[in-house]
């Protein structure tokens, strides 16, 4: 089956620092893929829709500044947490979804902690 | 605005009974997907059912769909203490800008006591 690797699976930073965190498509392409904030016991809120080649989709609310987005190849997408604060302690998720594929593939996360 | 709406959520239940967890959606839908998390990772695909279908079957699993009444519900039958975990709906959103992006809901957590 499809798989999604997603690296690092948790980090902890400093304040202000900057954390890259990389979401791959394993064994097929994927043209979208799709960024998830998770807080604990809670749902997910898409943050942002990754498109292989141009500018990311982001959804209200969700700074693009400080959450930079590149999708520069077909298997790779990965998520910049720039000038970390501790509000952007989370549970970041990818997806990407198969081509002609109706369901997501998801990776197995990501545990930020900002200190 | 939040799509998918879950109760209950949160379900404890003995190893053998079946489980039951209902979702409401606000709009028109492709589709319809049940996922699985497991505390700390990622999601699983569980079974997708189609806005034209009104019952899925996999395995253990049975999905229904009601769209004149915009819900769904997930049926675990005998069930078992691996299927703990937290289960959630996500809606595939008809046509426009939302085409191709999941909605979830707020999830049930499954405990399930040997």
């Known amino acids: 089956g499809a798989v999604v690797s997603q690296h690092p699976s948790r980090v902890i930073c400093k304040s202000g620092t900057s954390v890259k965190i990389e979401c791959r498509s394993l064994?097929?392409?994927?043209?979208?893929m799709f960024w998830y904030r998770q807080f604990p016991k809670q749902s997910l809120m898409l943050m942002a829709t990754?498109?292989?080649?141009?500018?990311?989709?982001?959804e209200q609310g969700v700074e693009k500044d400080k959450f930079l987005i590149n999708h520069a190849s077909l298997t790779l997408s990965t998520l910049t947490v720039t000038s970390a604060h501790p509000e952007d302690s989370s549970f970041y998720i990818c997806?990407?979804?198969?081509?002609?594929?109706?369901?997501?593939?998801f990776g197995n996360g990501t545990r930020l902690t900002v200190t | 605005s939040q799509q998918g709406e879950e109760d209950p959520q949160a379900l404890s239940i003995q190893e053998g009974e079946n489980a039951t967890m209902n979702c409401s959606y606000k709009?028109?839908?492709?589709?319809l997907q049940w996922y699985r998390q497991n505390s700390g990772r990622g999601l699983v695909h569980l079974i997708l059912?189609?806005?034209?279908?009104r019952e899925k079957h996999s395995g253990r699993l049975r999905v229904t769909l009601d769209t004149s009444k915009k819900s769904s519900s997930l049926l675990i039958t005998a069930s078992r203490a691996a299927d703990t975990a937290s289960y959630f709906c996500?809606?595939?959103?008809?046509?426009?800008?939302?085409?191709?992006?999941?909605?979830f809901g707020q999830g049930t957590i499954l405990t399930v006591h040997p």
């Open positions: 997806s990407a979804r198969d081509r002609g594929g109706l369901s997501l593939h």
């Open positions: 064994d097929f392409q994927a043209t979208t």
């Open positions: 990754s498109n292989e080649g141009s500018k990311a989709t982001y």
């Open positions: 709009t028109s839908i492709n589709n």
């Open positions: 059912i189609r806005s034209n279908e």
């Open positions: 996500a809606t595939d959103a008809f046509g426009g800008t939302s085409y191709g992006k999941l909605t």
